[in-house]
């Protein structure tokens, strides 16, 4: 199995247009030493010609290029060509499910998601009456604990399955009730392989039921948004902490960083990364201290084979 960071950015991307924070700063300045990142999403395939979208992110249409495709010139004939076959989303936040509606081009979309994020992209947000407005959307429900496999554009199997499994965090704010499912995490299969792929850009308690998903990947994605529980409210950017925001910091009490570097996936790598984050910096020692335990930062364009 194929697997693309297109995104690696927690929400507002990198720098953020309205950041003046120390890592906005450098990035803006010296982008050697502070890589710009898009909205968080990667993508997936089991034969690098069929992709799986996994969250639609507002910067879609800019990372959609990056996987293989049709180059100019394209053949005869072809006029149109879809590089999806399906969009599968861990939550109904904003920056992971605003890009349904820019795909509305595609004129036929497949979705998967739970019964939880579906009513939000329904009766909340509406991204999903708003994208029928110009496309059919079939929407495919991912029940927690069960896999089910992932069908192409022709219907046809994969040969790759999708699991989600419940993680801690809150429903986007916007949403009107708070139901269980409403954040998840996926473990991607390939079937043919055996190589699994564990995803989970927000997630707000690295705790037991959750590393033990995650010791059943061969590879995993995990949120990185901050480095420390009060990072906001030491830059006087926000009274809330980390962990009230549903995401575990890195570092300190109860930080990911130690059960992360402990996994027997021989691939392990932070993603959907703050502004603020100091991990963000190429010599920052976070970036040090990550690297020493074996653990990579995302950067829009890593590929890996599963």
């Known amino acids: 199995m194929r697997v693309v960071l297109l995104g690696t950015a927690a929400g507002g991307g990198f720098p953020q247009w309205n950041c003046w924070c120390p890592t906005c700063r450098v990035a803006r300045s010296d982008p050697s030493r502070a ?6 999403s990667i993508a997936v395939s089991p034969d690098d010609v069929r992709w799986f979208l996994i969250n639609a ?16 010139p394209v053949p005869d004939g072809v006029t149109r060509h879809v590089p999806i076959e399906a969009v599968l989303l861990t939550d109904a936040e904003l920056d992971h499910s605003v890009g349904l509606a820019l795909l509305r ?3 036929a979309l497949t979705l998967y998601a739970t019964a939880a994020t579906i009513d939000v992209l329904e ?10 407005a110009f496309a ?15 069908v192409d554009r022709a219907g046809a199997a994969s040969g790759l399955t999708v699991e989600a499994f419940a993680v801690a965090g809150d429903p986007p704010r916007f949403a009107s009730t708070c139901r269980p499912g409403h954040t998840v995490g996926l473990l991607v299969r390939d079937e043919a392989g055996g190589g699994t792929l564990a995803y989970v850009p927000g ?17 995993v994605l995990f949120d990185g948004t901050f480095w420390r529980d009060d990072e ?7 009274t809330s902490t980390a962990r009230a925001m549903g995401h575990v910091p890195i570092d300190g009490p109860g930080g990911s960083l130690r059960i992360i570097a402990a996994l027997p996936a021989a691939t392990r790598v932070y993603t959907h990364i703050n502004n603020t984050n100091r991990i963000l910096l190429e010599d920052s020692p976070q970036r040090g201290a990550l690297s020493a335990a074996g653990v990579l930062v995302g950067d829009d364009g890593l590929a890996f084979t599963v």
């Open 35 to 40: 890589h710009p990142r898009t909205q968080s």
């Open 57 to 72: 992110s507002p910067d879609v249409r800019e990372q959609l290029p990056r996987l293989p495709g049709p180059r100019d």
């Open 105 to 107: 081009e595609a004129r």
């Open 123 to 132: 009766r909340d947000s509406r991204l999903l009456p708003t994208t029928r």
């Open 136 to 150: 059919s959307v079939a929407v495919r429900e991912m029940p927690e604990g069960q896999p089910i496999a992932l």
């Open 203 to 219: 997630c707000g308690a690295l705790d037991a039921g959750v590393e033990r998903q995650l010791r059943r990947a061969d590879a």
């Open 232 to 238: 906001l409210v030491a830059l006087g950017i926000s």
